[in-house]
């Protein structure tokens, strides 16, 4: 399974970026998909899942200002990021997590700055 992720860029504060994450292979719909983070001198951290039948679940820092969804034609996982802060600034990755697999992709750089 490969992933590439793609979407991140430079935004100013309070603005908004959709990443997408296009996966390989035939797990995409049977697998939770995820979204991590990791800034410079910072541990990689979780920041959205979305599980096969669609449920969600966000971490507080992001909750009400993410969205992650998932089109399981095209094999993407998306997140739509509102509101953006300077805190939000990193490098984000897509996971996807399968009993029979658990892949990363290379990660899309998000750089929040007026």
């Known amino acids: 399974v490969q992933l590439v992720e793609s979407g991140g860029g430079l935004v100013q504060p309070g603005g908004s970026l959709r990443l997408a994450c296009a996966a390989s292979?035939?797990?995409?719909?049977?697998?939770?998909m995820n979204w991590y983070r990791q800034a410079p001198g910072k541990q990689r951290e979780f920041v959205a899942g979305?599980?096969?039948?669609?449920?969600?679940n966000y971490a507080d820092s992001v909750q009400g200002r993410f969205t992650i969804s998932r089109d399981n034609a095209k094999n993407t996982v998306y997140l739509q990021m509102n509101s953006l802060k300077p805190e939000d600034a990193a490098v984000y990755y897509c996971?996807?997590?399968?009993?029979?697999?658990?892949?990363w992709g290379q990660g899309t750089q998000v750089t929040v700055s007026s």
């Open positions: 996971n996807l997590d399968h009993v029979f697999a658990k892949n």
């Open positions: 292979g035939s797990l995409f719909s049977m697998s939770t």
């Open positions: 979305i599980n096969r039948d669609g449920s969600t």
